[in-house]
């Protein structure tokens, strides 16, 4: 491939909630830039991982996993949604092989065709290493007959790797040629603040009864170096956060007996932090209510949504 040929572009994965997006996005990356969990409607920021090769570079946007909204926080995650089908080069479909393709990918296959009727759009059939190769089979027929064979189909497991360079190819092939967008090594474009708050929000979220995920929010307060910290002692930073939740019972969840589980979530955190970062974190977290924030567009915008 010569220089002329070099290609970039924006991908973003949809599908609906818990379709392995995130996973998919680390897998492509090469390392945690969009937080992973098994509760649905994990993502709630526009999160870019990128892909450097010398012949391309694809720039992932990964979304909130698109539903019928219920609540005002609901509606504002559709709509960022929906605004970037239009501005990607590609789309990827992602429906899950352990799961019959139902109403709720149909109706996010019809969104997708009028929102954005002209941008590509590919199926990737995603958890493959979840399943027998005969089902992965039939779920590629049912994949074909929804999308009546006008778009190409890739089978891959973010988890152990497989497909996942054949994935890549197929992207690649539908981005336009041009510049890099971004410097090479260069994984994302978010602000460390998101990164952490979302680190964060993903450990809080391990483990947690059902009622939870709609229902946090996280909030970096303050982030400082510490001061007075010798060569041998190394760099300290200071991450003070805000864990918001909307009911007392919740509250009482996030902290656990004797504040056991708030410990953990920032035992876990601050290893991710860390990693992030590079350096040494001392990590604070505290729990606040904010009654009814999903529904509040003042609470809203002040919870950065």
């Not at 995650?77 to 149909?106: F, H, Q, W």
């Not at 049912?142 to 497909?163: F, H, K, M, N, R």
């Not at 991450?239 to 953990?264: F, H, N, P, T």
Request: one cysteine or more.
């Amino acid at each position: 491939m010569t220089d002329t040929e070099f290609r970039s572009g924006f991908v973003c994965f949809i599908g609906r909630p818990n379709t392995g997006k995130s996973t998919l996005t680390n897998a492509l990356v090469g390392t945690k830039v969009a937080i992973t969990s098994n509760r649905p409607q994990t993502t709630r920021h526009t999160i870019r991982g990128i892909v450097h090769n010398e012949d391309f570079q694809i720039v992932l946007v990964d979304t909130p996993g698109l539903h019928r909204p219920r609540t005002l926080l609901g509606q504002r995650l559709n709509e960022l949604v929906k605004n970037t089908y239009s501005e990607v080069d590609v789309i990827g479909l992602c429906i899950p092989a352990d799961e019959a393709i139902g109403p709720g990918d149909r109706w996010i296959y019809e969104q997708v065709r009028a929102v954005a009727p002209r941008t590509t759009l590919i199926v990737i059939v995603t958890k493959t290493d979840k399943v027998p190769k005969e089902r992965v089979a039939a779920q590629l027929l049912a994949v074909s007959e929804l999308t009546g064979g006008d778009c190409e189909i890739v089978p891959v497991s973010a988890t152990t790797g497989e497909q996942v360079n054949v994935l890549v190819d197929v992207l690649v092939s539908k981005l336009p040629p041009g510049p890099a967008f971004y410097p090479d090594g260069e994984l994302t474009d978010e602000p460390e603040e998101v990164l952490m708050a979302e680190l964060i929000r993903e450990a809080a979220l391990e483990g947690v009864r059902d009622e939870l995920p709609h229902s946090l929010a996280v909030v970096i307060d303050e982030m400082t170096p510490r001061e007075g910290r010798s060569e041998e002692q190394g760099e300290l930073i200071d991450v003070y956060a805000i864990l918001y939740v909307e009911r007392d019972s919740q509250k009482g969840i996030v902290i656990g007996k004797g504040g056991a589980r708030l410990r953990e979530v920032g035992t876990a955190a601050r290893t991710q932090i860390e990693k992030l970062l590079g350096t040494k974190v001392y990590l604070n977290l505290r729990v606040k209510i904010a009654k009814n924030w999903q529904r509040d567009p003042k609470q809203l915008g002040k919870l950065g949504f």
